[in-house]
């Protein structure tokens, strides 16, 4: 097999598609050590059937990683709702208000959460009597013009053996940064994401909002391992579609057990309001890809409802993972020997002597070592290329844990060395340098106008359109219904055309 260098961006032939095959493979060994008692999921889009019919609930990633500019703080994002499209109105993509969103830290090493950070959402509607999410130009977070704004609170529990033994409310009805509309909805959108970053008193920031999908990668593995001859890999199938994104900056000391101790677990929950009242857990996720790949059908919503302390009962998932076999079935390469022991050690536990607890309880977390210092110059396979700041020692955003994953899980730690990837080497936005890090979401407004396109319409709209526009107030609106009205008269027309030329079909 043709070898692919590390650090090159492009990846050719038969590794390339393997590269794609098996990063699922690499995720799902990966992942499928992390269900043992292990590590937790992240990366999870529509990965389990339940969860799939309810985005708003379904946690896609989780990322933890010593903060860059901030060295003495630990940076945790969780992100929610998957494929959000960008021009996805008018409605758009709010937080649940009958959810939990929930970050939880394991810092001993028992599988069990000590400290645990819940978002809960409010939604506050300005006028109830227009569709619009927003009825003007929006400036700021607190413009009449923004019709529809989100608020959360924000606890800290604190935990031992499980349960609850102390409570504080960190923060009370921060805004919520809106989907990113449109530049003529929002001309300056950065301006209401800096808006929406909080500073909590203990030196912690928080922020919730929308953010451009961070996750890259080609998931085209699912149609028979890249279309069964590698003929689908290198397109970042995730490029363009935004995410709902929430950030926490926490001091290390905060969360860690001690000095001695730095290492901590993370992983992420969503728990939803059933019709009593009660909450129950739906989504879970702290290591990339496990549910997706790593858990067959009959453990993915098990898996979801699952706590890290009883991950012994997905063990088999990853010492005896599906993927390798696929991939040797398609494309003839050996899968490693099992048990896989390797991926257990590597993905439940952490890695010895870096991000592996003392006394540790093999479970499904992300694990980070608060003590490492960031990089200079991050590498993108972390661990495998030297880089100790990097997955699997926590998930920086711009680790690619695709192609480290796939190249573990097809055995890089047994002995076969192999540079495989899916031919997908980083995000298709910059990364922020400060926090919340995440890059700024995509606009529905993107892309040019269909040729001609405005000219029509303005002609339809007739002299509607010469008033103050979206200067705001009632003449916004008007123009807003003109504009309504005469899509909906094109609509009408069309369909009556369409019935008067299909009255004498037989179907």
């Not at 807003?480 to 009205?485: E, N, T, V």
Request: net charge negative; aromatic share 8%.
């Amino acid at each position: 097999m043709t070898a692919i260098s590390r650090s090159g961006s492009g990846r050719k032939g038969v590794a390339t598609l393997i590269c794609g095959a098996l990063a699922a493979g690499a995720l799902t060994a990966a992942g499928v050590a992390t269900l043992a008692p292990g590590e937790a999921a992240a990366s999870s889009h529509r990965e389990a059937p339940l969860i799939s019919g309810t985005p708003q609930f379904d946690n896609t990633d989780v990322y933890a990683f010593v903060s860059p500019d901030h060295p003495d703080t630990t940076t945790i994002v969780a992100n929610w709702t998957p494929f959000e499209e960008p021009a996805g109105g008018p409605n758009f993509f709010p937080f649940a208000e009958d959810a939990q969103y929930d970050l939880r830290i394991d810092n001993d090493g028992d599988a069990r959460e000590d400290l645990l950070f819940r978002y809960t959402f409010k939604t506050h509607v300005k006028n109830k009597k227009t569709f619009l999410y927003n009825t003007g130009a929006v400036e700021s977070l607190d413009d009449p013009d923004l019709n529809v704004l989100q608020t959360y609170d924000l606890e800290l529990f604190k935990l031992k053996k499980g349960k609850v033994q102390h409570k504080t409310k960190l923060a009370d009805d921060v805004p919520v940064a809106p989907s990113n509309v449109g530049k003529a909805s929002m001309p300056n959108y950065a301006k209401l994401r800096e808006q929406a970053i909080y500073k909590l008193s203990n030196g912690a920031k928080t922020f919730a909002g929308q953010a451009d999908d961070p996750f890259f990668l080609d998931l085209r593995v699912f149609d028979l391992l890249y279309g069964g001859n590698l003929s689908e890999v290198g397109n970042d199938t995730l490029k363009g579609y935004n995410v709902n994104s929430i950030a926490l900056q926490v001091p290390n000391d905060l969360i860690a057990q001690s000095h001695d101790q730095p290492i901590v677990g993370i992983w992420s929950t969503t728990q939803r309001e059933n019709a009593k009242g009660d909450y129950k857990q739906v989504s879970r996720l702290g290591m990339p890809l496990v549910n997706e790949v790593v858990n067959p059908m009959k453990d993915k919503d098990k898996f979801n409802a699952s706590d890290p302390k009883d991950d012994a009962q997905f063990l088999k998932n990853v010492t005896n993972p599906e993927l390798p076999k696929l991939i040797e079935a398609i494309y003839q390469i050996k899968a490693p020997a099992e048990p896989r022991n390797d991926l257990v050690d590597v993905f439940l536990k952490g890695v010895k002597g870096l991000n592996q607890p003392p006394y540790v309880t093999p479970s499904e977390q992300l694990r980070l070592n608060t003590s490492i210092k960031p990089a200079a110059s991050p590498k993108r396979l972390g661990v495998l290329d030297g880089d100790n700041a990097g997955f699997p020692n926590g998930r920086r955003l711009t680790d690619d844990v695709i192609d480290a994953a796939l190249q573990v899980v097809e055995g890089e730690l047994l002995g076969a060395k192999n540079d495989l990837g899916d031919a997908v080497d980083k995000n298709d936005k910059e990364f922020e340098k400060a926090f919340p890090y995440v890059a700024l979401p995509t606009e529905g407004s993107r892309g040019p106008v269909a040729k001609g396109a405005g000219n029509e319409v303005r002609n339809q709209l007739g002299d509607s359109l010469q008033s103050s526009g979206w200067a705001g107030g009632d003449t916004g609106l008007i123009a807003l219904s003109a504009g309504a009205g005469a899509a909906g008269i094109l609509l009408i027309g069309g369909g009556l055309m369409w019935w008067r030329r299909t009255r004498g079909r037989a179907y």
